[in-house]
């Protein structure tokens, strides 16, 4: 990925996905994971935190981001787990079906999918939302969430885990940010319809909503440094997570731990509170 222009060095020198600390207990031993995005960020530290809790992982990258996916690989490898990485486009419906397929094939099955892939677009004005970047954050964050879940039904089975990634955006839109936040309330009201129509199958889904992290996915999606200050003094923390501090949710959902929680929504935003 780019450097963080400017403040980046005094903000968050590098995310941390907690491959310094985060210490597994075997909560996931045996599971099969496939996690989109799990290259970097937010998805990264939750490939680590898998990988250390016993899960076998397949993570889905851009293509451009072989260099993120192997450093990833490396770490679940030295967990002593098998790791796989798929380069794929997720824009594009027939390839979100043969990665699932390649992912299932690869671990001998699948029983926890975390659909965490994003992009965002910030512009000032409507007028400069293109319509083809509204529908590629529209295509990426929702509709690959739909085509890869779909995909992924015929493999999972009774007492599997799809966790998905929202965005307290969902509740609490940016101005800057319309294409954003329209598909992150989207994968709310998704997730939360889709978990009720599971219960029959014993397979639960439930969401995380991150705060703001201070990763990758804002220098693509061109937040400035000014406007993540901003959130981190509007934040009730005074400041931005780590994605080694959203890892640990996604892990309770996976886990039987929350056996008892399907269609919820966990905020992890450094105590800002939600409707
Ligand atoms: P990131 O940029 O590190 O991760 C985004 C990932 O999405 C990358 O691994 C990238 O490979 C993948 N991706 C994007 N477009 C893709 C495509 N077309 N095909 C395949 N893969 C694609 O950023 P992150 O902050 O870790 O984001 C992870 C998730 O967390 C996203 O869903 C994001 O919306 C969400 N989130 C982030 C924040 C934040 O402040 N960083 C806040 C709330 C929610």
């Known amino acids: 990925h780019q450097p963080v222009p400017g403040v980046q060095a005094e903000m968050t020198p590098v995310p941390d996905l907690g491959e310094k600390t985060y210490r597994g207990t ?3 031993t045996g599971r099969k994971a496939l996690i989109t995005g799990g290259d970097s960020g937010i998805g990264g530290a939750v490939a680590i935190a898998f990988a250390r809790e016993g899960a076998d992982v397949v993570i889905v990258h851009l293509p451009a981001e072989q260099e993120d996916a192997d450093r990833i690989l490396g770490l679940i490898a030295e967990a002593g787990r098998k790791g796989h990485s798929i380069a ?3 824009t594009d419906p027939a ?3 043969a990665l699932v397929d390649e992912a299932a ?5 699948l029983d926890i999918l975390v659909n965490n892939a994003g992009k965002q677009v910030a512009v000032e ?6 319509d083809e970047q509204f529908e590629l954050t529209f295509r990426t964050n929702v509709f690959a ?3 890869i879940t779909k995909a992924a039904l015929a493999h999972l089975p009774a007492g599997a885990s799809i966790i998905n990634t929202a965005s307290l955006e969902a509740y609490k839109p940016a101005p800057d940010r319309l294409d954003y936040a329209a598909t992150k309330a989207a994968i709310n009201n998704l997730s939360k319809g889709l978990a009720q129509q599971l219960v029959p199958r014993g397979i639960r889904v439930n969401v995380v909503a991150p705060g703001p992290v201070w990763t990758a996915l804002q220098v693509s999606g061109g937040v400035s440094d000014e406007q993540m200050k901003a959130f981190d003094d509007e934040s009730t923390y005074q400041r ?6 959203l890892a640990p949710a996604y892990v309770f959902l996976a886990s039987a731990e929350s ?6 929504t966990l905020n992890v935003n450094g105590g800002m509170v939600t409707p």
């Open 26 to 28: 075997g909560r996931l």
């Open 88 to 90: 794929a486009d997720i």
């Open 95 to 97: 390839r979100c079906r």
């Open 105 to 109: 094939a690869e671990l001998g099955g």
């Open 125 to 130: 004005n409507i007028e400069d939302l293109s």
């Open 145 to 147: 969430n739909f085509w």
């Open 240 to 245: 931005s997570g780590q994605p080694a501090e």
């Open 259 to 264: 056996s008892y929680v399907s269609g919820a």
